[in-house]
């Protein structure tokens, strides 16, 4: 008697476990739930990730400062503003540029362009790049592109943009200035921009 009564609850402990064990692998629990909720999550803002890398570029990722100036590019001899005049700038290449206040550190003669080109790191196109001097272009003509001509950049104005392949937009025989201001949203100090053009500066009153 005594015997069957151990066996007995042995197997209703064997049942329970079993029914148990059943329980839990039919349905997940909630902390399976909430760890897929959070797997599925990283991978929508992955995906957005990826999403907003292969985005247009906009200017954002321009090089504030500017590096060394082209080779054979020509200083200007008599310019509206020179080195060390103080001008207000009138252009929004960057977040911070628009009304700072500027001090002129170069000024040159020669034809200045906008670009439309295709990174070389991939992504969509950047429309209307201001500014590229005709020295930034590789194995520059004698002559000025005209808008439509297609060129190959030797600038690096913008990641992706050294070696890229290029059409020229607009084209303007004019002077260029190079210009250290202070941005106006980060108070970063921002040295040898390249490029602005006469009619995006004002004198300081």
Do not use: R
């Not at 066996?7 to 839990?24: H, K, R, T, W």
């Not at 001899?77 to 001090?103: C, F, Q, R, W």
């Not at 520059?140 to 937009?169: C, Q, R």
Request: aromatic fraction near 4%; glycine fraction near 8%.
């Amino acid at each position: 008697m005594k015997k069957q009564k151990v066996v007995l609850g042995i197997s209703s402990m064997l049942l329970i476990f079993l029914l148990s064990a059943c329980a839990n692998g039919g349905e997940p629990s909630q902390n399976e739930n909430a760890d897929n909720e959070t797997e599925t999550q990283e991978n929508v803002n992955n995906s957005e990730e990826e999403s907003d890398s292969t985005g247009e570029m906009d200017h954002s990722e321009m090089n504030h400062s500017g590096g060394e100036v082209p080779q054979g590019l020509t200083e200007a001899e008599n310019p509206t503003y020179p080195v060390g005049s103080k001008v207000i700038l009138h252009a929004d290449h960057m977040a911070g540029m628009n009304g700072a206040e500027a001090t002129v550190s170069g000024a040159f003669d020669t034809t200045v362009y906008s670009v439309t080109y295709t990174p070389t790191t991939g992504g969509e196109p950047v429309e209307d790049h201001k500014w590229v001097v005709h020295e930034e272009i590789e194995n520059p003509s004698e002559e000025s592109y005209k808008p439509g001509d297609e060129v190959v950049l030797n600038a690096e104005h913008m990641s992706g943009m050294d070696g890229a392949t290029a059409t020229i937009d607009t084209a303007e025989q004019t002077t260029v200035y190079m210009v250290d201001y202070t941005d106006k949203e980060t108070g970063e100090k921002i040295t040898n921009h390249m490029w602005v053009t006469e009619d995006e500066l004002s004198p300081v009153e």
